[in-house]
């Protein structure tokens, strides 16, 4: 099966033949299951859109089509496409001569979503709420965050060299969606970072480090969102990216948050 990507200038190409050439009848393409969960272009600025079923002259059909994702797979390959030719013309139907060939895709959805830094806290509401970075604010100017050199705790160490803080509240949250929600055969999740000036914890307290040394890990969704947190030691900037990749390392889907330090 193959991934589709919600929300994305990364469309699904598809190729469609029909050999040999100058065969009679017609070719029709349906979606057998999940319809509803896709778009089907002509081409990939999405101006010309074809709706299933489509049935062209045999040899008239296009040699690809550009798959959109509409809404997340609810299951792996819960979307399936059937190419069908019928020896006979089109507005005919006497079962003479088919076959098909079918596709199954799995739909993917991914999501970041940084939150404002807390205040005194820790926690939120001391005195500002908990506040989502705009969409169109993730990557440009994308989220504030305090460089972590304070000493939360009192222990007279900074905080950047402790592994845990229970006080701590100079790390960003940052919200994690993806569905289908577990990794499945064919593709995995994969948070990722371009630069150590961040780390990435499982806990507001820090706790388990999930990018320290490492500058990417998988993840696993068996619930979605997850939460992660993200600290900024000795500050610069840096980029964190979330992304649906397959097997062979194609990424199909991301979506990425930039941080700065104030």
Known sequence: GGLVCVCTNNLTKITLKLQPAGLPGKVTLSAEKGGNLIRVWKNTNRTDQ??????????????????????ASAAVRDVELKLEYDETPQGINSGLFKCEDRVKLTVVKIDM??????????????????????????????????????????NNIPDRDDMTVS??????EVALDAAPPATSDGFSYVLKRNSSNIKVWNSFTKGTALLDA???????????????????PNGGTADL???????SGTVVCTDKIHFYPF
Not at 167 to 172: R, V
Not at 241 to 247: G, V, W
């Open 50 to 71: 074809v709706t299933l079923p489509k049935t062209w002259n045999a040899g008239a059909q296009p040699g690809a089509l550009y798959i959109e994702g509409v809404a």
């Open 241 to 247: 990216e979330l992304q649906a990749k397959t097997d």
């Open 167 to 172: 006080s701590e509240n100079d790390l960003i």
């Open 113 to 154: 979503t940084a939150y404002r830094p807390q205040t005194e806290g820790p926690g939120y509401g001391s005195p500002f709420q908990r506040t989502a970075v705009p969409a169109d604010q993730k990557v440009s100017p994308g989220a504030g965050i305090r460089v972590n050199g304070d000493d939360d705790d009192d």
């Open 214 to 232: 490492n500058n990417e890990t998988n993840l696993t969704f068996d619930t979605s969102p997850i939460t992660v947190w993200v600290e900024n």
